[in-house]
């Protein structure tokens, strides 16, 4: 079956970068916009950023704006988020999803296939 596996979480002081990275398998991948998404404790899931299946069609929350870059690599079926200048409320696990139909969403439900998560810790 599809998988996605997300990797480089980890805890990283405030002012920090992280780079996330999520490798697809089984799966089309240079077919299927994909995006990233987070949820901290007591918190519903909220949309970071998503990327076209190109890559020509990019967009973030505005939370993360000129922080986080996704960035996607065809050839290794794998899709990255950068983040700079961490803060503690990006405390989080996050996702990566793959959305088959159209160009990248902010919303879960138009997503087909998610992984399991990754821990990002910022502290202060």
């Known amino acids: 079956q599809v998988q996605l596996v997300e990797s480089g979480g980890g805890l990283v002081q405030a002012g920090g970068s992280l780079r996330l990275s999520c490798a697809a398998s089984?799966?089309?991948?240079?077919?299927?916009?994909m995006g990233w998404f987070r949820q901290a404790p007591g918190k519903e899931r909220e949309f970071v950023a998503a990327?076209?299946?190109?890559?020509?069609?990019?967009y973030y929350a505005d939370s993360v704006k000129g922080r986080f870059t996704i960035s996607r690599d065809n050839a290794r079926n794998t899709v990255y988020l950068q983040m700079n200048s961490l803060k503690p409320e990006d405390t989080a696990v996050y996702y990566c999803?793959?959305?088959?139909?159209?160009?990248?969403?902010?919303?879960?439900?138009?997503?087909?296939?998610w992984g399991q998560g990754t821990q990002v810790t910022v502290s202060s």
């Open positions: 999803a793959a959305d088959r139909v159209g160009h990248g969403s902010k919303l879960t439900h138009e997503y087909d296939y």
């Open positions: 089984r799966l089309t991948f240079n077919i299927y916009a």
């Open positions: 990327i076209s299946w190109s890559g020509g069609i990019i």
